[in-house]
């Protein structure tokens, strides 16, 4: 467990930070600037914070008030910067045993060579930086701070600068390894696929503070405030009044006057009519409905009719924006391709869209 409360102030920027991170692999999210970076700081030792405490498993690495500042080395924590950092005039055998230290020639030669084989490095121990890939640096980079045995693991974007197959490969890679050594990391991205793939809970910083923490699920489809949503991409986010309450239906009619549509939202405790809601659905949970198809009781409430005015190709998906008031767009849509081909859909075509019921989340009022 890893209990972080500290407090820096940098003049332009002040991080203030409480977490108790229990989970396996914690992603650190948010945008540039949002304190992310200056977090691994202050767990890592390189930057002292003006007040509070750092604990892992116990142990306290910092303590303002009791005088305590634990000296890097003897946190043993393993730090992987997002450029490797790997020394120009070491080998990779060379690069990697580097941070090893108390042991005897054997026993170091014996976790080089281990560590090597589990991060597929094989053949490349007389290699230098410039003689391999960006991928195969970044690899060297965890080993070398896997192979001093850490505490815990910090990966300050590790990926951000490798191509889309290598970045995959790693990510697989770095599963892999959780699983096998069982070491707690903390991982900062502030890319949206990776922090869903990777995370077993997700930190979202803004401005130097928490503005969400939870499982993955959680985040991305039940987000607390408006600028945890449209970090990860809910693109659909409406402000109406409640015009019907139905407690024991578990839903509510609003009135979504901007966009001139009525909708029918899940119920919530103590919500009155005539009080304002904000509410938001994922572009991946907006259906076209095909004209031949009976329409899903769960469906018939919130059905919509318009026009796509205009679509955009994203690799294995497209985006299609949806319009009946008039403005540019209403909803933004996410589908894959194979349902855009089946559906044959033209910019300019009428078409009637759906909310899927369930997948409608009320965000709280800040």
Avoid at 140 to 169: G, H, I, Q, W, Y
Avoid at 193 to 213: M, P, R, T, Y
Avoid at 297 to 317: D, H, M, Q, S
Wanted: aromatic share 8%; with cysteine.
């Amino acid at each position: 467990m890893i209990d972080i409360h500290v407090a820096k102030d940098l003049g332009n920027f002040s991080l203030n930070l409480s977490l108790s991170l229990q989970k396996g692999l914690t992603v650190l999210f948010g945008p540039s600037g949002s304190g992310k970076t200056l977090t691994l700081h202050t767990i890592a030792g390189l930057v002292e914070p003006d007040s509070g405490t750092i604990r892992l498993n116990g142990v306290v690495y910092f303590d303002k008030k009791g005088g305590v500042n634990l000296p890097i080395p003897r946190r043993r924590v393993g730090y992987v910067f997002q450029e490797p950092s790997l020394f120009p005039h070491m080998n990779v055998f060379e690069n990697i045993a580097y941070g090893i230290s108390g042991l005897s020639s054997e026993e170091r030669r014996r976790r080089v060579k281990h560590m090597i084989a589990k991060m597929r490095l094989g053949g490349l121990e007389k290699n230098f930086p410039h003689q391999i890939s960006g991928g195969q640096k970044q690899r060297v980079a965890l080993a070398r701070a896997l192979v001093t045995s850490p505490l815990l693991l910090l990966l300050d974007e590790p990926f951000a600068s490798l191509d889309n197959p290598v970045r995959e490969k790693l990510r697989l890679d770095l599963i892999r390894i959780r699983e096998e050594d069982h070491v707690p990391v903390v991982f900062v991205t502030h890319d949206v696929e990776e922090a869903f793939v990777l995370s077993d809970e997700i930190v979202v910083l803004n401005d130097g503070k928490v503005e969400q923490i939870g499982g993955k699920e959680d985040i991305f489809y039940r987000p607390q405030t408006q600028k945890v949503a449209k970090f990860f991409g809910v693109k659909n986010i409406f402000r109406g009044k409640i015009t019907e309450i139905h407690p024991e239906e578990g839903e509510m009619t609003v009135w979504v006057e901007e966009k001139g549509f009525q909708g029918s939202i899940p119920y919530r405790e103590g919500a009155v009519v005539g009080e304002w809601v904000r509410f938001c659905i994922r572009p991946e949970e907006i259906m076209v409905l095909k004209e031949d198809r009976p329409i899903k009781k769960n469906l018939k409430a919130n059905i919509f009719t318009g026009k796509i005015v205009r679509i955009v190709e994203k690799g294995a998906e497209h985006t299609l924006f949806f319009k009946q008031s008039r403005d540019d767009y209403d909803f933004e849509i996410s589908m894959p391709n194979l349902a855009y081909r089946s559906l044959r859909i033209k910019e300019g075509q009428l078409v009637k869209v759906a909310f899927k019921w369930e997948s409608i989340w009320l965000i709280p009022e800040e």
